[in-house]
């Protein structure tokens, strides 16, 4: 069975640290990667994908990619009150459904 | 991205009563799913929605509960049948279109369902 695994929080950090959000993933064929940031109340957004190692950049955020290790991260540089969310690990292999993780809980301490 | 509506946005329900949810995609799209989310849990997937054809179902979830249309690219209906309060929860409308290769998954607002 497919796994994806992030661990629940909360993690807090202050007002313009960087943000450290770590996923594993069991199935070594997979593809695709996703982080989604989910506000209290709301659906999921999709706020970075990666299909490559290595990072990828946009903005504040960094998604970090290593397939060797079957391990994906995002960092959020510069945290901000308004980053205070829920972010899910998303993980898609071949043609089938994504596999999200439990999410990290994240709270960014004015 | 794909812009995703969903009808109601939210509804209370009576026990043994059934609810149709709607979802429209402002664009054709190849897949469309539909999630559940319990209050503080993560997203459990019910079904693939599959365009002319049965839905295909997780583990757990059955067509006669939760009957599913597709009858085009752009547009889903779920149905909760014979609600319970076990029923009540977030239903999450979601769409896979193509960013480049690559398929990128877009959720809808949701309809947050209450059971009596």
């Known amino acids: 069975q497919k796994e994806v695994e992030q661990n629940s929080g909360p993690l807090s950090v202050p007002e313009g640290a960087i943000a450290s959000l770590n996923c594993t993933y069991s199935?070594?064929?997979?593809?695709?990667f996703f982080w989604y940031r989910q506000y209290s109340g709301k659906s999921p957004e999709l706020i970075m994908s990666?299909?490559?190692?290595g990072d990828k950049e946009d903005g504040r955020f960094t998604a970090q990619l290593n397939k060797a290790s079957q391990y994906v991260s995002l960092l959020i540089r510069d945290s901000q009150p308004s980053d205070s969310a829920t972010y899910l690990c998303?993980?898609?292999?071949?043609?089938?459904?994504?596999?999200f993780g439990k999410g990290t809980r994240l709270s960014v301490i004015a | 991205s794909a812009v995703i509506s969903q009808k109601p946005s939210r509804d209370i329900c009576q026990r043994g009563t059934s609810l149709t949810i709607q979802c429209q995609v402002d664009?054709?799209?190849?897949?469309m799913f539909w999630y559940r989310q319990q209050p503080g849990q993560s997203l459990t997937l019910i079904a693939t929605?599959?365009?002319?054809?049965?839905?295909?179902?997780e583990s757990g979830f059955v067509i006669d509960k939760f009957p599913i249309s597709r009858p085009n690219l752009t547009f889903s209906t779920l149905t909760v049948s014979n609600m319970s309060p076990e029923d009540s929860s977030i239903y999450l409308c979601?769409?896979?279109?193509?960013?480049?290769?690559?398929?990128?998954?877009?959720f809808g607002p949701g309809t947050r369902l209450t059971v009596l």
């Open positions: 979601s769409a896979e279109g193509e960013s480049g290769t690559y398929n990128e998954q877009f």
């Open positions: 199935d070594r064929g997979s593809q695709s």
């Open positions: 990666i299909y490559s190692n």
């Open positions: 998303a993980v898609e292999s071949g043609n089938t459904p994504l596999v």
């Open positions: 664009s054709q799209v190849t897949m």
């Open positions: 929605a599959n365009q002319g054809s049965e839905a295909t179902y």
